[in-house]
């Protein structure tokens, strides 16, 4: 169940002063999308700008503070202070390919459940371009996310990727890798 709703404002504004904290989906140029976290991500919503988002059930609705306006497209990229009270561990990925490239997140923390949750996870929305590189986490379910808030307890995040076009591609990560491992199940190594 999504809903498409807005930036009120005929100004830019800061994701981070809704009073919302469940992820939403944005439109990415014309063909992509992008999920974005209130609690992870500095971002500003253009004037109008539309977004999609799955409200969970304790949410009665979506505050737009006016301390959230700005004249100019860029929010500081600083931690909220929901985000340092939380004991959570950000992986952010990115697949770049010829010029494009996609995101996708891990989030490692342990009152996740490991099952979607619309008030943690985002679901992967693929872009309409063919051609380009597509990121996401999977669950034993198959569901493709493009954020995922799991448990600590099982180690392991399955990747997977649609690739449009030949050529060379890099993943990247940020964040504290600590003691990750890529494992490629086609090479086995």
Do not use: C
């Amino acid at each position: 169940n999504w809903n498409l709703i807005g930036n009120p404002y005929l100004a830019f504004y800061d994701i981070r002063k809704m009073n919302y904290t469940a992820p939403i989906i944005i439109r990415d140029g014309y063909y992509d999308y992008m999920a974005l976290s209130p609690i992870d991500d500095a971002y500003a919503l253009h004037p109008l700008e539309a977004f999609f988002v799955q409200v969970p059930d304790q949410t009665e609705s979506i505050e737009f503070s006016q301390t959230g306006q700005s004249t100019v497209p860029y929010v500081p990229e600083t931690r909220s202070a929901l985000r340092a009270s939380m004991n959570r561990q950000v992986f952010n990925l990115r697949l770049t390919q010829e010029g494009k490239s996609d995101r996708s997140r891990v989030v490692l923390n342990p009152e996740a459940k490991g099952d979607y949750e619309v008030a943690r996870d985002a679901a992967k929305w693929m872009s309409e371009e063919i051609s380009s590189p597509q990121l996401y986490t999977l669950d034993n379910k198959g569901t493709k996310y493009a954020i995922n808030e799991l448990p600590t307890t099982t180690g392991i995040v399955p990747l997977g990727i649609r690739v449009g076009t030949d050529g060379l591609m890099t993943l990247a990560l940020t964040g504290d890798p600590g003691s990750l491992r890529l494992y490629d199940k086609e090479l086995k190594r």
